[in-house]
């Protein structure tokens, strides 16, 4: 079992949409946790870092986290077409380095 | 503000030849990353410097990969000699303070051996 799973998509909605991503992770010593952004043929881009249980917003998005059930979410709402992009998370236990995700794949048809 | 500049942009090289990837990371951070991301692994950690001192170079696939920080505001990574499983994108990345902070990333170097 990988420490850090997601589903690699493609996920495809149609603009507006709510979107859902996810990932599972297996280290209950995970302690930090960071969303990145990454369009094809650029680096990823930071979105959302969190450290504790709970929710943090930043616009049209939320990140959550459950760190009882080791999951993590990231939420975009009223979805736009520059949102299409493969979304990596990441985390990480305290003073080690951190792990990432495969990524999810995500088209916001217009 | 510049973020973290990677050159080359792309890379192209035949097998055998030492291919250096170089990096200027966001001023004032003291954390310096090296990834390599693939579509079968993923994004892994090469190696990772704080205050210029290799900290964690695990992930470092063989001796053939070498990484230096001579510097607070540069860093390589060299592959000799290089093979066709090279091929990727590497990625360097860097952060404020400890390893717990977030990690902001350059655009990454295309290489390909042939």
């Known amino acids: 079992q990988k420490e850090v799973e997601q589903d690699p998509g493609p996920l495809s909605v149609p603009e507006g949409a709510i979107v859902s991503l996810n990932c599972t992770y297996s280290n209950s010593a995970f302690q930090y946790f960071m969303w990145y952004r990454q369009y094809s043929r650029k680096g990823p881009e930071l979105l959302m870092y969190?450290?504790?249980?709970g929710n943090k917003e930043d616009g049209r998005f939320t990140a959550q986290v459950d760190k009882s059930s080791k999951y993590i979410s990231l939420f975009i709402r009223d979805s736009q077409p520059s949102d299409s992009a493969t979304y990596l998370c990441?985390?990480?236990?305290?003073?080690?380095?951190?792990?990432f995700g495969p990524g999810t794949r995500l088209s916001v048809l217009p | 503000d510049a973020g973290v500049i990677q050159s080359p942009r792309h890379e192209v090289t035949e097998m055998g030849q030492e291919v250096t990837l170089r990096c200027k990371p966001i001023?004032?951070?003291?954390?310096l990353f090296w990834y390599r991301q693939t579509m079968m692994r993923g994004l892994e950690l090469l190696i990772y410097?704080?205050?210029?001192?290799?900290?964690?170079d695990s992930g470092m696939p063989e001796d053939r990969f070498s990484a230096k920080m001579p510097n607070a505001s540069f860093s390589t990574l060299k592959i000799q000699p290089s093979e066709p499983r090279d091929s990727a994108v590497y990625f360097c990345a860097s952060s404020a303070g400890q390893n717990n902070q977030p990690q902001h990333f350059g655009d990454g170097t295309r290489l390909s051996i042939l």
């Open positions: 410097f704080n205050n210029n001192v290799p900290i964690d």
């Open positions: 001023s004032g951070h003291n954390s």
């Open positions: 990441a985390m990480k236990p305290h003073g080690q380095n951190f792990v």
């Open positions: 969190t450290y504790s249980s």
